[in-house]
C-alpha cells in the first residue's frame, strides 16, 4: 500500500473521530445545569475539542498530500446500477443477522436497552447522527447533487442502513451492554472494538487484499469501533450511530 493510499483513508479516519467528539458534546450538553454539571463540562471540554480538531487536521491533511486532491463534485456517480433487488437481499441477509440476538434479548427479558435503545434519548441521537452524518459527507467529499440523487446511491443507502443498525446493535448494543457487566468501561470499548474488527477480517480477506490493506483495514476498524463505543457513553443510544454508520459505508464503498 502506497502513502497516497494510506493518505487517503485520513479523512475516513477523520469522520470517526469527528463523530466522537458530537456525540460526546451533546451527551455532555444534556446534563442539569447545577454546578457539578459545568464543572464536568468544562473539565471534559477539550474531550470535545480535541476530537474535533484532529479530524479537521486529517482532512486537511489528505486534501493537501494527496496527489489527485480533493474529489470532484462532478465526477460520476458509482453504484448507480444499485438497485431494489441488492438492497432488500442486504436488508435480509442483516436481519438473519441480528435476530439471534433480538431473541436472546426478548427471551432474557432484559429490554431494550441490552440492545442500546432507549426512548429517553432516541430523538437526541437521531439529531446528533444527522448532524454528524453531514459532517461525514462533507468531508468525504460527497457533496455532489448527482450523487444523492442517483436512484442507485438512495437504494444503497437503504442497504446500508440495515447494515449500520444490525451492526451497532450487535457491536454498540449487545456486546458492549454484556462486555460492560464483567469489565471496566474502557475495557468493555476496547474489547468491543476489537470484535468489531476481527469479525470484519473475512469479509477483506474474500475481497482478496494483501496482508499490508488487511493490517492497515485492522486498525481502521479498531479505531472505528472504539470511537463508536466511546461515543455510547454520552449518546446512550444506536440509532444515531446506525445512521452515521450508514452513511459513512455508502461515502467510503461508492
Known amino acids: 500500500m502506497s502513502v497516497a493510499e494510506l493518505i487517503a483513508q485520513l479523512p475516513a479516519i477523520a469522520c470517526l473521530v469527528v463523530t466522537l ?40 491533511a489528505a ?13 460520476a456517480t458509482p453504484r448507480a446500477s444499485y438497485g431494489a433487488k441488492s438492497a432488500l437481499f442486504q436488508l435480509a441477509l442483516n436481519a438473519t443477522i441480528v435476530a439471534p440476538f433480538i431473541a436472546w434479548v426478548v427471551w432474557r427479558r432484559l429490554g431494550a436497552a441490552a440492545l442500546g435503545v432507549g426512548k429517553q434519548d432516541l ?20 457533496l ?7 436512484p442507485g446511491t438512495w437504494w444503497l443507502l437503504l442497504s446500508m442502513l440495515g447494515v449500520g443498525a444490525s451492526e451497532e446493535l450487535i457491536f454498540r448494543g449487545f456486546a458492549l451492554s454484556a462486555l ?6 474502557p475495557s468493555a470499548e476496547v474489547g468491543s472494538a476489537a470484535i468489531f474488527a476481527v469479525v470484519h477480517i473475512p469479509q477483506r480477506l474474500g475481497r482478496g487484499v494483501s496482508m499490508t490493506e488487511l493490517a492497515v483495514s485492522i486498525v481502521i476498524l479498531l479505531v472505528w469501533g ?9 449518546g446512550r443510544n444506536v ?15 461508492s
Open 21 to 60: 467528539a458530537a456525540f460526546m458534546a451533546a451527551g455532555a450538553w444534556r446534563a442539569p445545569l447545577d454546578a457539578g454539571a459545568i464543572k464536568e463540562r468544562r473539565d471534559s471540554s477539550w474531550k470535545i475539542v480535541a476530537p474535533a480538531i484532529l479530524g479537521l487536521v486529517l482532512v486537511a
Open 63 to 75: 486534501i493537501l498530500l494527496s496527489p489527485e486532491g480533493r474529489p470532484s463534485e462532478d465526477a
Open 123 to 142: 430523538l437526541p441521537s437521531l439529531a446528533v447522527g444527522a448532524c454528524a452524518s453531514l459532517a461525514c459527507v462533507v468531508m468525504l467529499g460527497k
Open 144 to 150: 455532489s447533487t448527482s450523487f444523492w440523487l442517483s
Open 180 to 185: 460492560g457487566k464483567r469489565w471496566s468501561r
Open 226 to 234: 472504539w470511537c463508536y463505543a466511546a461515543a455510547m457513553r454520552r
Open 239 to 253: 440509532p444515531g450511530l446506525a445512521l452515521v454508520h450508514a452513511v459513512t459505508n455508502v461515502c467510503v464503498i
